[in-house]
């Protein structure tokens, strides 16, 4: 079953004749975890803003979430969860009076037993009268994500779900969205800036570049499109008008420059195995081998579409 369904879904401001989204096709299908992943200005927030139903596209032919075409007829809008980035809660209020007041806000009644038991899951326990405003980020995010729980939601979109947060806290918010999805079958959107965020919790992973999709694949998919280890080389200022030529001489058909500057050169290649013939031709500034990131792919399929040198 499909939970998201785009077909040809645009959204232009005539005013400065600007796509912030051109002829967008998407589906997502229950119990999927998928990143979305883009530079500033791709049009994350404004896909994520159609999708729950704040903002109507300029053109479409269908945009379906849970069954409902939410901008046609009588636009009847599902329940979504969305967390944004930003705080949701009311800070004055105390735990349990924020998930009564949402629960009662959404006409739903309030299950304390049900409400306690959230809370002990997920680390809250004993919380329940502390005012919001005395928790830690890492909380107010659990009890963001608890409260859409309780909203029954069937699909939930986060906007960069650990900004700020400490490493604890991000794990212990990586373990939350894991339970949502594979234990409670929620299907997960997720905005993130950080890859290997995106890496480890997503099963699928959407590239957005200058309002078009440029890439969606499955993240074991994705991986075997390109080499399992890279080379990253800083070559001198020097080498850099022959690089090409040599790479190609090399072979080597997939490589990256991800910065250039008046000094030197930094380079992503695949890792061959005259590895220590080819750097003996250039003067090297530095040389690290490890293996392929998704930030990597990332760099590959946002410079392909235009943003610098690729191969």
């Known amino acids: 079953m499909n939970i998201v369904n785009v077909r040809n879904c645009s959204k232009k401001y005539e005013k400065n004749n600007f796509f912030s989204l051109e002829n967008i096709n998407l589906q997502i299908k229950n119990g999927e975890i998928v990143g979305l992943v883009g530079p500033n200005g791709a049009g994350k927030t404004t896909l994520i803003k159609i999708l729950s139903g704040l903002l109507k596209p300029t053109e479409y032919e269908e945009v379906k979430v849970l069954g409902e075409d939410i901008y046609k007829g009588k636009g009847k809008i599902p329940k979504v969860g969305l967390i ?25 009644k309030k299950n304390k037993e049900n409400i306690l038991s959230l809370l002990k899951k997920f ?38 779900p650990t900004s700020g947060l400490d490493p604890i806290s991000k794990a212990d918010v990586h373990n939350l969205l894991d ?29 957005l570049n200058k309002g078009r999709i440029i890439k969606d694949s ?26 090409h030529k040599k790479l190609r001489d090399y072979g080597i058909k997939k490589y990256i420059v991800f910065e250039q500057n008046d000094n ?48």
């Open 84 to 108: 944004l980035n930003s705080n949701q809660l009311y800070d004055d209020l105390t735990v349990m009076e924020n998930l009564y007041f949402f629960l009662r806000m959404h006409k739903i």
């Open 123 to 160: 680390d809250l326990e004993g919380r329940e009268n502390t005012l919001v405003k005395s928790l830690s980020t890492g909380m107010k995010q659990k009890l963001n994500i608890i409260r859409v729980i309780l909203l029954e939601v069937q699909f939930l979109i986060l906007d960069e």
């Open 179 to 207: 339970t949502l999805a594979k234990e409670m079958n929620i299907t997960i959107l997720i905005s993130s800036h950080i890859m290997n965020e995106v890496q480890r919790l997503c099963t699928r992973v959407i590239f």
């Open 218 to 243: 499955y993240m074991d998919t994705i991986f075997k499109e390109f080499y399992k280890e890279v080379v990253e080389i800083r070559l001198s200022k020097e080498d850099t008008y022959k690089m």
């Open 264 to 311: 030197s050169t930094g380079l992503i290649m695949e890792r061959i195995e005259s590895i220590e013939d080819f750097i003996s031709k250039f003067q090297i500034k530095s040389f690290n081998e490890r293996p392929i990131q998704l930030e990597d792919i990332f760099f590959y399929e946002l410079y392909k579409d235009g943003l610098g040198d690729t191969k």
